[in-house]
C-alpha cells in the first residue's frame, strides 16, 4: 500500500494567488470604471515597453522553429483579443473643451478577469500535460504583446475620428 504524503498548507498554494489575484482586479476594476483623459500621442508607450520586454525575453531564450510558430499563433490570437478589448473601452469627446476621455466597462474587466482564469488553466493544465513551460511563456508573452498593442490602436483610430469630426464651439 502506497502512502501518500500531504503537504501542510498545500491548499495556501492555490488560495493566496487567488486571494492577490482578487484584490488586483479589484482595484484594477475601480481604476478602469473612473473618467480619464486619453492622450492619443501616448497610446504607444506601453506596447512600445513591451515589445521590447518580449524581444529580450525571445532573444534571450528563442524558441524552436515550431516554437516561433506557436508565439505567432499568441500573437495573432493576442491581435484578436485586444481588438475586442478595445471596442469595450468608452472615449467620449468633450464638446466644450474638446479634450479626449475614456472610461473602461465592465465588459472590459471581466474580459480581463476571463484572459485571467484562462491563463491559469492553461498553466496548471501545461504543468499536468508536462508542457514546456519556457514555450508557454513565449506565447502568453507574444498573446499579451498582441493585446496590449492592437487595443491602443483600435483606441487610437477612435480618437482621431472622434477629433477629426470635432468643431469647437463659436465663441460670442
Do not use: N
Amino acid at each position: 500500500m502506497q502512502a501518500h504524503h500531504v503537504q501542510p498548507g498545500g491548499w495556501l498554494q492555490f488560495v493566496i494567488p487567488l486571494a492577490i489575484a482578487g484584490v488586483v482586479l479589484a482595484l484594477r476594476a475601480r481604476r478602469m470604471t473612473r473618467v480619464r483623459a486619453l492622450h492619443p500621442g501616448r497610446l504607444w508607450m506601453v506596447p512600445a515597453l513591451y515589445a521590447a520586454l518580449v524581444a529580450a525575453l525571445l532573444v534571450q531564450h528563442p524558441p524552436a522553429p515550431l516554437g516561433w510558430l506557436a508565439c505567432a499563433a499568441g500573437l495573432a490570437a493576442g491581435c484578436a483579443l485586444g481588438w475586442q478589448r478595445g471596442k469595450t473601452m468608452r472615449i467620449h469627446l468633450d464638446p466644450a473643451t474638446g479634450g479626449l476621455h475614456q472610461q473602461g466597462s465592465l465588459v472590459a474587466i471581466l474580459f480581463l478577469v476571463v484572459l485571467i482564469a484562462v491563463k491559469q488553466g492553461a498553466a496548471a493544465g501545461g504543468a499536468a500535460l508536462h508542457l514546456d513551460v519556457g514555450l508557454m511563456t513565449d506565447v502568453l508573452a507574444c498573446l499579451a504583446l498582441g493585446m496590449f498593442s492592437v487595443m491602443r490602436v483600435e483606441m487610437f483610430l477612435r480618437a482621431r475620428r472622434l477629433l477629426a469630426g470635432f468643431s469647437p464651439p463659436a465663441s460670442p
